[in-house]
């Protein structure tokens, strides 16, 4: 089983900036999907970002397109989200994830993650 810890959240305004760092430990990593997720008050969870562990490879949701950006550093196993131009909507617990798999077209569903981070705050006031 893999071990997440997200770090990086907080409380920024409107149009501000925030990186999310995951850093993953235990098990093998080797051509897995790794993905950020969020999820508001009385919200489902829902898909943010996910990338190949080459990093040659990226899905967005539409809400965060152009303005965030996943990017991965093998050698630490260490995942990142950089989210610019920060919205009140963007405001949710974030949570990193890892799949057994490599990236596939099935990234942006939830249950295709099989170990998950404890989360991370992004509070965005307006």
């Known amino acids: 089983q893999v071990q997440l810890v997200e770090s990086g959240g907080g409380l920024v305004q409107a149009g501000g900036s925030l990186r999310l760092s995951c850093a993953a430990s235990r098990g093998s990593f080797s051509s897995r999907a790794m993905g950020w997720f969020r999820q508001a008050p009385e919200k489902e969870r829902e898909f943010v970002a996910a990338?190949?562990?080459?990093?040659?490879?990226?899905y967005y949701a539409d809400s965060v397109k152009g303005r965030f950006t996943i990017s991965i550093d093998s050698a630490k196993k260490s995942v990142y989200l950089q989210m610019n131009s920060l919205k009140p909507e963007d405001t949710a617990v974030y949570y990193c994830?890892?799949?057994?798999?490599?990236?596939?077209?099935?990234?942006?569903?939830?249950?295709?993650?099989?170990?998950w981070g404890q989360g991370t705050q992004v509070t965005v006031s307006s």
């Open positions: 990338i190949s562990w080459s990093g040659r490879d990226t």
């Open positions: 994830a890892a799949d057994l798999l490599p990236l596939t077209h099935t990234a942006r569903d939830v249950v295709e993650y099989d170990d």
